[in-house]
T-cell receptor, first 116, second 115 residues
């Protein structure tokens, strides 16, 4: 079964600093990977996704993530944090289920705090 | 398009009561699903549907029922509410039946408290 581990339930950065949110996955087959963002009192919104094309994926709001098979990682980065980036971020993996229909498995989430 | 809509936004139940959380989408999406979100546990899949008349269990299905009589609607029923079902519930949908690479669109959530 697939799983996702997000290292660090809370990450705090200063405005303008690098944002690095870590995600590692476990899968016996090549996975499809997603990053979602959740702003307070809202639903989840897709940031970016890896679907086996380019290993470096660019998303919305200046975020990007790199798929590294050797490290089983899909870390999310942004060169310069903005106050508006404060939110909770979820990494997710999608694999075919027993019926060949996909299922999305989420990590536990990382809360990003941005200080002025 | 209204996207994915959920009602109600907030609900308080007493233990043993039943209720239905409503979810609708107007994007003609085949795949719909229900998740619950609890602190420190991310989102966990309750039930999902790959089309009208087809539903299946997710990771945490106990205590919940679903049906999919139309493409647009996917209600979640709590049969006999328990305090352990206090959570935020999200409905999501995607165009593809397989969702392997497809984007899921999430509703705004229903915050449920069971006393």
């Amino acid at each position: 079964a697939q799983s996702v581990t997000q290292l660090g339930s809370h990450v705090s950065v200063s405005e303008g600093a690098l944002v690095l949110l870590r995600c590692n996955y476990s899968s016996s087959v090549p996975p499809y990977l997603f990053w979602y963002v959740q702003y307070p009192n809202q639903g989840l919104q897709l940031l970016l996704k890896y679907t086996s094309a380019a290993t470096l994926v660019k998303g919305i709001n200046g975020f990007e993530a790199e798929f590294k098979k050797s490290e089983t990682s899909f870390h999310l980065t942004k060169p310069s944090a903005h106050m508006s980036d404060a939110a909770e971020y979820f990494c997710a993996v999608s694999l075919a289920g027993g019926t060949s229909y996909g299922k999305l498995t989420f990590g536990q989430g990382t809360i990003l705090t941005v200080h002025p | 398009n209204a996207g994915v809509t959920q009602t109600p936004k907030f609900q308080v139940l007493k233990t043993g009561q039943s209720m239905t959380l409503q979810c609708a989408q107007d994007m003609n999406h085949e795949y719909m699903s229900w998740y619950r979100q609890d602190p420190g546990m991310g989102l966990r899949l309750i039930h999902y549907s790959v089309g009208a008349g087809i539903t299946d269990q997710g990771e945490v299905p106990n205590g919940y029922n679903v049906s999919r009589s139309t493409t647009e609607d996917f209600p979640l029923r709590l049969l006999s509410a328990a305090p352990s079902q206090t959570s935020v519930y999200f409905c999501a949908s995607s165009y593809s039946r397989t969702i392997l690479t497809d984007t899921q669109y999430f509703g705004p959530g229903t915050r449920l408290t069971v006393l």
